[in-house]
């Protein structure tokens, strides 16, 4: 017997086109899919409470009776609409999630890259006060400050949930920002005479973005949960419709006890596909600035043969020949 010998193709990578993709971000699968999602939820937020079938407080006949072409959702104890109840909720947790998201993402950006770029005894401070917040439990303490107040309102509950949760984002910034002012870069912006805040803004937030974008993203999750969770312990007003409030009812009146499960599923599944959303656009933000993310798994090569074939991370792509008898 004699050994077949087994030769390799040489394979040669094909140049890509230069091609400028506008929309390169939305063109992400992932990007594209969270942002469809985000869009309907929005959609709902603003004109939610306008197109709800029942009045979500209004007492009906139908005592916890299960979904039906009248009820898509079912009714709660007190013949309540679940899917009314739904709606109209939306509206709050979409307006504290980003509301508090926008205020904690602006205090961490100005004071942690702030922190990181200037240095000195600005930088001290900063950073002293950015682990003063960070100690503080911020769930608790966002309790203590909602339960002293009367009927506290979304905007109030967003605000008091951004105050309290932008350091842990502003201790990442200012560690992301000590490692890229000292890059080539930026050391040439300023040599050419730029100011800092031209510097901070054209320089290093755009190299921030991902980081940004991820402490955004986790905030808001944060925020609606913190919400949710404040209404499911009774802390915010009962009256005032949100998905948590939906939640506190169907514990307090024992629905899982009656396998009532369309009373507190839609609102917990609603929770899981607004996390999963935002959870896609931060994936497809990572992919958008980071080239690496972006390329992976799209490189080609071509055969002497005219065969392509695609590279995978990890992988080293083997061509072989059959031998020949």
């Given amino acids: 017997m004699t050994a077949s010998a087994v030769t390799m193709e040489q394979v040669t990578p094909i140049a890509a086109p230069a091609k400028r993709q506008r929309f390169r971000f939305v063109a992400n699968k992932k990007a594209a899919f969270g942002l469809v999602i985000l869009a309907v939820y929005g959609v709902l937020a603003i004109i939610g409470p306008w197109i709800v079938p029942y009045d979500p407080g209004a007492r009906g006949g139908d005592l916890v009776q299960p979904p039906s072409t009248e009820h898509w959702m079912g009714t709660t104890h007190l013949g309540q609409d679940v899917f009314s109840q739904l709606l109209a909720g939306t509206r709050s947790v979409m307006f504290v999630g980003f509301f508090a998201g926008i205020v904690a993402t602006v205090l ?22 950015s682990n003063v917040f960070l100690v503080i439990p911020a769930l608790p303490l966002i309790i203590i ?20 949760s ?51 993203v986790g905030t808001v999750i944060f925020a609606v949960l913190s919400e949710i969770t404040l209404a499911f312990i009774g802390v915010t007003s009962a009256t005032t419709w949100n998905w948590g409030t939906i939640l506190f009812w ?76």
């Fill in 108 to 129: 961490s950006v100005l004071i942690g890259v702030t922190a990181g770029y200037v240095g000195g005894k600005t930088d001290e401070v900063l950073s002293a006060l």
């Fill in 145 to 164: 400050i909602t339960s002293s107040l009367d009927n506290a309102e979304d905007w109030l509950i967003a605000l008091v949930i951004g105050l309290t």
């Fill in 166 to 216: 932008w350091s842990w984002n502003a201790r990442v910034l200012r560690a992301q920002t000590l490692s890229l002012r000292r890059r080539d870069f930026v050391e040439a912006a300023r040599a050419t005479g730029e100011r800092t805040w031209r510097v901070i803004v054209f320089e290093l937030l755009p190299n921030l973005t991902a980081v940004i974008a991820s402490g955004f």
């Fill in 250 to 325: 169907a514990q307090g009146q024992q629905a899982l006890a009656q396998n009532a499960w369309w009373w507190f599923v839609p609102a917990g599944l609603a929770i899981a596909v607004l996390g999963t959303a935002l959870a896609l656009v931060n994936f497809g933000i990572d992919e958008f600035v980071s080239p690496r993310l972006r390329s992976a798994g799209k490189t080609k090569i071509k055969t002497n043969t005219g065969r392509t074939v695609r590279m995978r991370i990890g992988f080293t792509p083997v061509i072989r020949k059959e031998p020949t008898p």
